[in-house]
């Protein structure tokens, strides 16, 4: 396990720069050489005894993070937990989503029960899971057939674990007072932004404005070959104010259940 917060995130934030090369424009376009803080930083798993959420979230909670909200997205067959640093207000919230085999097809468990039989048991212990990539081979064939069913599935089966998306906090942007502001600039630059359920999702009214980017794309190795997919992406979050006058810090299910969709293949 990481000795401390900034160390996994350090490392987090590498492995998602091999993935998704843009971000480190948009950190110049909305940063300008500041640093920029993380609102949140998202996982994805299967629900497994080797592999579930609990097994992500171990790193975290070792680290001195609380659970916090969960959340269930039906149509997706996901479930998910968000988590807080109770003692450090600027260490990113960490948003944990696993899909439910259970309720999948006969076809996708079988696919993905041969993907974790070639997991080492002892490996989400490793100081570096959260960002070791793909455990697993897996032919071009299986990965479409999981296309057809489950996008979440598919991205999952091609880039294993690592960040799927970081996260911009737009409260903390200097030179930019809301979301809007920021999806022009990113318009104007060129990134192509996720539209599902417009490009923002949420409102004030829900304490919580998101947009995100729409993924960038990598070469993935599988066993009979290899194909170029989307990645990662990287996501924009305002947050409002709660009746007792602190920032809200939770998520809102209806909008994260299209921020997912950040990663389609078009």
Same mark, same amino acid.
């Not at 899909?99 to 079988?110: A, D, H, T, V, W």
């Not at 974790?116 to 455990?135: H, K, M, N, R």
């Given at each position: #396990? ?5 160390? $996994? ?9 091999? #993935?998704?090369? @843009? ?9 300008? &050489?500041?640093?920029?803080?993380? +609102? ?23 680290? =001195? !993070?609380?659970?916090? /909200?969960? !959340? ?6 996901? !479930?998910? *937990? ?5 003692? +450090? ?11 439910? $085999?259970?309720?999948?097809?006969? &076809? ?13 048991? =002892? ?8 960002? @070791? =990539?793909?455990?697993?081979?897996? @032919? !071009? ?18 880039? &294993? ?12 942007? %200097? =030179?930019? +007072? ?13 990134? *192509? $932004?996720?539209?599902? &359920? ?15 980017? #729409? ?8 066993? +009979? ?5 989307? @990645? ?11 009746? %007792? /006058? ?21």
């Amino acid at each position: #396990m990481h000795t401390s917060v900034n160390e $996994l995130f350090n490392a987090l934030w590498q492995d998602y720069l091999k #993935m998704t090369p @843009s971000a480190l424009e948009i950190h110049e376009l909305l940063g300008g &050489g500041k640093a920029i803080i993380n +609102d949140h930083v998202a996982f994805r798993t299967f629900r497994h005894p080797k592999l579930g959420l609990e097994k992500l979230a171990a790193h975290f909670l070792a680290l =001195g !993070y609380e659970q916090k /909200g969960e !959340y269930h997205f039906e149509a997706k067959k996901l !479930y998910a *937990r968000h988590y807080e640093h109770p003692l +450090d207000a600027t260490a990113p919230k960490v948003f944990i989503s696993e899909l439910l $085999l259970e309720q999948c097809s006969p &076809g996708l468990q079988r696919i993905v029960a041969g993907l974790i039989d070639q997991v080492d048991e =002892g490996l989400p212990a490793q100081t570096g899971f959260l960002y @070791s =990539g793909a455990p697993w081979k897996l @032919s !071009y064939e299986d990965y479409k057939a999981l296309l057809e069913e489950s996008e979440y599935a598919a991205w999952l089966a091609a880039y &294993g674990f690592r960040a799927n998306h970081f996260t911009v906090s737009v409260n903390e942007l %200097d =030179g930019f +007072d809301s979301l809007e502001a920021v999806n022009s600039a990113l318009k104007n630059a060129g990134f *192509r $932004l996720n539209t599902a &359920g417009g490009e923002i999702k949420g409102s004030p009214e829900v304490l919580l404005e998101q947009s995100s980017t #729409m993924a960038d794309t990598a070469i993935v190795e599988f066993s +009979d070959g290899k194909a170029e997919l989307p @990645s990662c992406f990287y996501e924009f979050a305002l947050r409002y104010a709660q009746p %007792d /006058g602190k920032l809200y810090t939770g998520f809102v299910a209806a909008s994260a259940d299209k921020i997912f969709e950040s990663t389609n293949v078009n």
